[in-house]
């Protein structure tokens, strides 16, 4: 089966016939090598916690599907590890992100989207993602890192390049790489010469109390996850949600009547459509019986996170967005050791994201002359654009005495 087949426009529908036809499925992965594809919650929740099933490529067969190719200065990162070197170097970073220090971050992540917002005016159009959904996560997590301004517009280029590359330049993504690698490699030795209040300067400054370092891969791998995943994972989280709230005017008429539930929203907005259609690749360390197929050692498998949190079995009416919802235990963020070490970050920044926009703009709506457009991708779940159409609770009595709307993008 070619995993390409309609899962980039219409990823529920091909994975509603998947999961009912069966719980694993032999596919051509992204690349066109063979994987496993897994589509049922507890399928998929309970191998994403399985310890036999290894993210370390040294466990993959070969002609199997790998994932994304990366230097060794880029690829020793936490997506690429099993214990013991994942439980490290997960707990050395860990602490940057645990509530309490999230929780400090909300008025920072506040007052960023205010600012964004002021941007827009009180009416007009725009593409969301560009003026809002990207600047907003992309600016949190360079300022925490220690990113300078002048970098940021590249680092948005180079991770589009590698999450959703362009037919057209095969080249780009090799690119990308080279870039960001360089990169890298200058951002952290400034951080040695000039180190500042940020988590890159603690990072290459910091010892585990054995008194271990991390290795120089290891930390320049580390600086790229959280920079790459911290900034993709939240802008298609807000994207999402946006265009689904926008999608279903009752459900965000129920939001703004009570801004309260915007928490216990995101989850139910998570779960619908997610940040991620596949989590990360795996590899079986022995023979793995998943559902009723045996996967041997070495073989990829592929967790569909969407096609879990769309199983009946798990959330009855799936295909339905209900606020109401007991959304909790959804995958999309994932599960086990594995779990996304910044969730709560970008739980924060989506629910400021949204009550921020909700705020300021009450007629905000889908743009009448172009829809939504998805990236080519067949892991991330995100939007290229997002047009629409907004006004301030005052912008009546503005647009009474101003030209017609401004167009802002």
Not at 87 to 105: C, D, H, K, S
Not at 227 to 240: K, M, P, R, S
Request: proline share 8%; net charge negative.
């Amino acid at each position: 089966m070619d995993l390409a087949d309609g899962l980039i426009d219409h990823p529920y529908d091909v994975y509603r016939r998947l999961r009912d036809t069966a719980p694993v499925h032999r596919i051509a992965g992204p690349d066109g090598s063979p994987a496993w594809l897994v589509t049922r919650y507890d399928d998929v929740r309970e191998a994403l916690a399985d310890p036999r099933l290894s993210l370390d490529k040294r466990h993959a067969a070969p002609g199997t599907y790998r994932g994304l190719a990366l230097p060794p200065a880029l690829d020793a990162n936490l997506l690429n590890m099993d214990p013991p070197d994942h439980t490290r170097i997960r707990r050395l970073v860990g602490r940057a992100f645990t509530p309490r220090r999230v929780e400090q971050l909300r008025a920072p992540i506040r007052r960023t989207a205010d600012r964004l917002l002021d941007t827009l005016g009180p009416h007009g159009t725009t593409d969301l993602i560009a003026s809002y959904a990207a600047p907003l996560p992309i600016t949190v997590i360079c300022d925490l890192l220690g990113v300078p301004d002048r970098h940021r517009r590249d680092f948005r280029e180079w991770t589009d390049a590698l999450v959703a590359p362009d037919p057209a330049r095969p080249q780009a993504a090799k690119e990308a790489v080279v870039a960001m690698l360089g990169f890298f490699t200058r951002l952290l030795a400034d951080k040695r010469k000039e180190p500042a209040d940020d988590l890159l300067s603690d990072l290459v400054g910091v010892r585990e109390s054995d008194g271990d370092r991390l290795g120089e891969d290891e930390l320049m791998s580390l600086a790229f996850l959280i920079l790459f995943a911290g900034y993709e994972n939240t802008v298609q989280l807000i994207g999402n949600a946006v265009l689904a709230l926008l999608r279903h005017p009752e459900q965000l008429a129920a939001l703004r009547a009570d801004p309260s539930r915007i928490p216990a929203a995101v989850e139910e907005l998570a779960r619908y459509d997610g940040p991620a259609l596949l989590a990360i690749r795996r590899f079986p360390t022995e023979d793995v019986t998943i559902g009723d197929v045996t996967v041997p050692a070495g073989d990829t498998v592929l967790l569909s996170l969407s096609a879990a949190d769309r199983d009946p079995a798990r959330f009855p009416d799936p295909d339905r967005l209900d606020l109401g919802r007991d959304a909790s235990g959804h995958l999309a963020l994932g599960h086990g050791i594995h779990y996304c070490l910044g969730a709560p970050l970008a739980r924060a920044e989506t629910e400021i994201a949204l009550a921020a926009l909700l705020e300021r703009y009450p007629d905000i709506g889908l743009a009448d002359d172009a829809g939504p457009r998805w990236r080519r991708s067949l892991r991330a779940r995100g939007l290229l654009a997002l047009p629409v159409s907004y006004s301030s609770s005052d912008a009546s009595s503005d647009a009474s005495s101003d030209s017609p709307s401004e167009t802002n993008s």
